[in-house]
């Protein structure tokens, strides 16, 4: 929002977070970028917020990866699909994978060893792989790309990736 909001002065955006420290750290970042009378701040699960109206489009950065159902990350999908304007854009980047895969276990260890080139602790390390092990929901590309189309989007393409992160754009069809 910060870098958009300075590029694009009339977009106006909608910020929606579980948690409370997100959202008051997003007020405060938003408001030293004099940008905060152009945001409104919703706390809670998207599939839970009703928008007074449709959106152009919406970005959804390292989310998804962490709802743990398939179900319950269908219908996180579904709405942001029900709250974009047919055409509406989406930017989507998470983790992924197939954690069965040869190349999933290599990504993982040179993901988090390129974490020591700055001067990260083995502790820290060892912190943040228990942390991807056990609070991550990694999918496959395939399977994201099923759920976006169960979601009502187009086939995404991906234009980012390094190690087990990926970036796709996509747009609403449906």
């Not at 004099?34 to 007074?52: A, P």
């Not at 060892?126 to 990694?138: T, Y």
Request: hydrophobic share 45%; glycine share 6%; with cysteine.
């Amino acid at each position: 929002m910060l870098s958009l909001g300075k590029i694009f002065p009339s977009w106006r955006f909608i910020a929606v977070d579980i948690s409370t420290n997100m959202i008051n750290a997003c007020q405060d970042k938003t408001a030293e970028a004099h940008l905060h009378d152009r945001v409104t701040f919703l706390h809670g699960r998207l599939q839970d917020c009703k928008l007074s109206r449709l959106c152009d489009a919406a970005s959804s950065i390292f989310v998804s990866h962490f709802i743990k159902c398939r179900e319950e990350k269908l219908s996180y999908f579904r709405s942001i699909s029900a709250n974009l304007k047919i055409g509406g854009v989406l930017v989507l980047a998470d983790l992924f994978g197939d954690k069965t895969s040869s190349e999933f276990a290599t990504l993982m260890d040179v993901w988090l060893r390129s974490y020591a080139l700055h001067g990260v602790s083995d502790e820290e390390l060892m912190n943040d792989r228990n942390h991807v092990n056990s609070d991550v929901d990694f999918i496959t590309e395939n399977e994201l790309i099923l759920m976006l189309d169960e979601a009502g989007f187009a086939a995404p393409i991906r234009f980012y990736q390094t190690y087990l992160f990926g970036g796709w754009v996509t747009t609403r069809v449906v």
